[in-house]
C-alpha cells in the first residue's frame, strides 16, 4: 500500500502563483511516476504534468509554460509550481503514483485525497 498527502490548495488571484506538494509513504515501487491530475466540477479528470523517477515530464497543453513538476526522489515527493494561474485553473488537484516509467496510470496507481486549487478575483 501507498500513501499519498497533498498539501498547498488555497485560493489565489489570477495571475498568482501555488505550490503544491505531495509526499508519498509505504510501500514505493523503485521505478515510478508521479502525477498531478485535476478535476473541476462537471468535467473529467484530467492530466496536468507527470514525472518518472527518472526525470521526464510530460504536460498538458493547457499549462505549459505556467506549470513546472519536479520530484524529490530521496523524499518520496512530487511538486507543481504553479505560476500566472487563469480562472480555468480551479479544480481539485490529485496526486498519483503508479509503478514503472509511463505517462498514463493504469489500474495499480494510487490516488491522494485532493487539494483545492480556487482563482478567483
Known amino acids: 500500500q501507498v500513501q499519498l498527502v497533498e498539501s498547498g490548495g488555497g485560493l489565489v488571484q489570477p495571475g498568482g502563483s501555488l505550490r503544491l506538494s505531495c509526499a508519498a509513504s509505504?510501500?514505493?515501487?523503485?521505478?515510478?511516476?508521479m502525477g498531478w491530475y485535476r478535476q473541476a466540477p462537471g468535467k473529467q479528470r484530467e492530466l496536468v504534468a507527470v514525472i518518472t523517477s527518472g526525470g521526464s515530464t510530460n504536460y498538458a497543453d493547457s499549462v505549459k509554460g505556467r506549470f513546472t513538476i519536479s520530484r524529490n526522489n530521496a523524499k518520496n515527493t512530487v511538486y507543481l509550481q504553479m505560476n500566472s494561474l487563469k480562472l480555468e485553473d480551479t479544480a481539485v488537484y490529485y496526486c498519483?503514483?503508479?509503478?514503472?516509467?509511463?505517462?498514463?496510470?493504469?489500474?495499480?496507481?494510487?490516488w491522494g485525497q485532493g487539494t483545492q486549487v480556487t482563482v478567483s478575483s
Open positions: 498519483s503514483i503508479w509503478p514503472g516509467w509511463a505517462w498514463i496510470p493504469g489500474g495499480d496507481a494510487y
Open positions: 509505504g510501500s514505493i515501487f523503485s521505478i515510478n511516476t
